[in-house]
């Protein structure tokens, strides 16, 4: 009996030993001593919500626990991906953030056939359900353990998945060649919709070479040299799940730390919280026009307002709305009722033959709510000259799909109008008049391509000290721009950031402070499948970007980053840290020097110039 209760004592003992032990090894006697001393100092309302908060600060770091995704829908019905991500916190699996991602822009025209969409819906789709997996999969297993609050880590765990995985398709479409080729294959691979021309058929010729037909008096060149655009990037059906996973990782990290996403975002861009933050401009579509919209204009895509620096978001937003109004309602008097309807981004339509339609008409609008075009609210223009830029007459659809509508004919041209073709020198004059007379356009985004980059400059230089000229396909995706170097021979004062397909949250903020550096503003925009997510209102004000463009004031899931905004610029006020952009100022973008000519060129230039007297 006594043995008995002597080991019973023991083992008491050892057990007291080992908590001992373990409490101090945490430090909780220590901690509890500080907290209770201090705690009837600082006298608190809620004891043990004091208690509470005190101890959440020594717990653990959230980590991921797992990803779960499944099939969700965009504002055009096409499946998307939806996305829940969970983390440990306080010994609890938490849902951390839930995501919906956008659907990526389509690359073919808006008038295109149904039946030629099919192909890029069944590619869609397939992507859909690869991201899927990838997401339950791979990076589920990857990211778990991961505190979400180290994006760049993230972001390289996810850039490193998906490097090895491009690198397993690379070579499994390498064997493949190789077996073609043992068996008496040719090995050459059919033409991908992907490099086939604007029109996003198959089949599309982009080599360069001089146009026979340009010989004609037409346009102040003699012969036009078709430069090819860079071959797009060819993506891992998927990719999409590489900035679905970077964005939920960005918005649990703000969730389990408990601060705003906008502020959790601005740590990542600046290293720690600015002491002011700032609502970005909007930049809202009210007309969408372009080559697949009815009439004969085609060189303006958009039509959009922006008001001036300092206006509070709510009027602006406000404004905005009524501007829409007002030319839904001209147009509705002038066309009838059809007129008055939007297309997926809820822009309206009208059928317009030149630019000067779109500019008077919203003009009209500003100054019928007694503000100043130029002053109070400005204009930007998306002009999109990718996208009317006449690669091969056989294979770009033309307005003939429309009534009065000819086949543009000449390649290595820009059909502004239907029917009127410019070389890119005539379309540097045609911008400088039409700014020249339309002093309230404070923006214009891809004047033309980037291969024209001698034009481009000369109208940056024409222009560029009146308005921001804007870069939008001008720039690869973020991740790529990052390794680009940035030459004087190609310069503009604005960028275009989208945050879709395999872009990561650290791609966005370190591509946003290059090209800051490098005098340009920052616009972030939606994509045009999009939902009611409101992430990019969160980023746009946490990265500090200038612009966002977001689409017409119509429909929910526009109207929700509009409401987020106006949420967000009431907490930063109530705060007292909300401050507003300065005024637009525009950086002079200024060609570089010609090269000094060599040795003996001077010489041989003026024999030629000898010669050519001598014949006359």
């Known amino acids: ?42 006298n608190p309302d809620d004891v043990y919500g004091h208690l509470a908060n005190y101890f959440a600060e020594h717990a653990k770091t959230p980590l991921i626990s797992q990803i779960s995704a499944r099939h969700g829908f965009d504002s055009k019905g096409q499946t998307t991906v939806q996305t829940d991500m969970y983390c440990t916190v306080r010994n609890n699996k ?35 359900e690869a991201a899927i997996a990838l997401l339950n999969g791979d990076i589920n297993t990857r990211l778990q353990g991961v505190d979400p609050a180290l994006q760049s880590d993230v972001d390289k765990i996810l850039m490193k998945l998906y490097e090895e995985l491009k690198a397993e398709e690379d070579e499994r479409l390498a064997k ?33 070479k001089i146009n026979p037909g340009t010989n004609k008096k037409k346009g102040k060149s003699v012969a036009v040299v078709v430069v090819p655009d860079e071959p ?20 649990a990290a703000s969730a389990v730390r408990e601060e705003p996403l906008y502020q959790h975002i601005a740590t990542l861009r600046f290293g720690e919280i600015p002491k002011d933050m700032r609502v ?7 007309i969408q026009s372009g080559r697949s919209a009815p009439g004969k204009l085609n060189c303006v895509k958009e039509f959009m307002v922006v008001p001036k620096p300092g206006m509070p978001i709510a009027d602006s937003l406000k404004y905005c709305q009524k501007i829409y109004s007002y030319v839904a309602k001209t147009l509705v008097t002038k066309s009838g009722m059809a007129a008055q309807y939007g297309n997926d981004i809820g ?42 830029f006449d690669y091969d007459p056989s294979s770009v659809p033309a307005k003939s799909d429309f009534p009065g509508q000819g086949m543009h004919k000449e390649k290595g041209k820009y059909e502004v109008m239907g029917g009127q073709q410019k070389v890119p020198e005539d379309l540097v004059e045609f911008w400088v008049e039409l700014l020249g007379r339309y002093p309230s356009v404070v923006a214009i985004i891809d004047p033309m391509r980037k ?64 090209m800051e550096d ?10 045009y499948g999009e939902t009611t997510d409101t992430f990019l209102a969160d980023m746009a004000v946490g990265m500090n970007a200038r612009f966002l463009k977001i689409g017409a004031p119509v429909r929910g899931e526009r109207i929700a980053l509009f409401n987020r905004l106006i949420q967000i610029e009431n907490q930063l006020k109530l705060e007292g840290r909300l401050a507003f952009h300065g005024e637009n100022v525009f950086p002079h973008i200024v060609p570089p020097p010609l090269p000094e000519p060599e040795e003996g060129e001077e010489a041989q230039e003026e024999e030629k110039k000898e010669e050519k007297g001598k014949k006359k």
């Open 1 to 42: 009996m006594a043995s008995a209760s002597t080991r019973e004592a023991r083992e008491k003992y050892e057990l007291k030993q080992k908590a001992v032990k373990y409490y101090d090894q945490n430090g909780v006697p220590k901690k509890m001593e500080e907290i209770l001393n201090s705690m009837f100092y600082d």
């Open 94 to 128: 938490k849902l951390s953030a839930a995501v919906v991602s956008s659907s990526s822009n389509s690359s073919l025209p808006e008038n295109t056939k149904p039946e030629d969409r099919e192909e890029e819906d069944k590619a869609r789709e397939a992507g859909v």
């Open 176 to 208: 493949e060649a190789a077996e073609q080729a043992a068996l008496g294959g040719d090995g050459a691979t059919p033409v991908k919709e992907e490099d086939a021309s604007v029109s996003g058929k198959k089949g599309g010729k982009s080599s360069a």
């Open 232 to 251: 797009k990037e060819k993506l891992l059906p998927g990719a999409e799940s590489i900035c679905v996973a970077s964005r939920a990782a960005c918005t």
């Open 280 to 286: 970005p401009i909007p930049m809202v579509t009210i």
């Open 347 to 388: 822009a309206l339509c009208p059928s317009y033959d030149k630019p000067e339609q779109g500019l008077d008409i919203l003009q009209d609008a500003i100054t019928s709510l007694e503000l100043t075009p130029g002053e109070d609210f400005f204009i930007a223009l998306n002009l999109a000259g990718k996208e009317i």
């Open 451 to 514: 291969q024209e980059k001698e034009h481009w400059m000369r109208l940056c230089d024409r222009v560029s000290d009146k308005c921001y000229v804007i870069g939008n396909h001008t720039y690869p995706r973020p991740g790529l721009l990052l390794e680009e170097e940035l030459t004087e021979e190609f310069k503009t004062s604005g960028t275009v950031l989208k945050l879709d397909q395999i872009n990561t949250i650290t791609d966005i903020l370190e591509s946003a402070k290059k």
């Open 518 to 527: 490098a005098e340009n503003q920052i616009v972030l925009t939606t994509c």
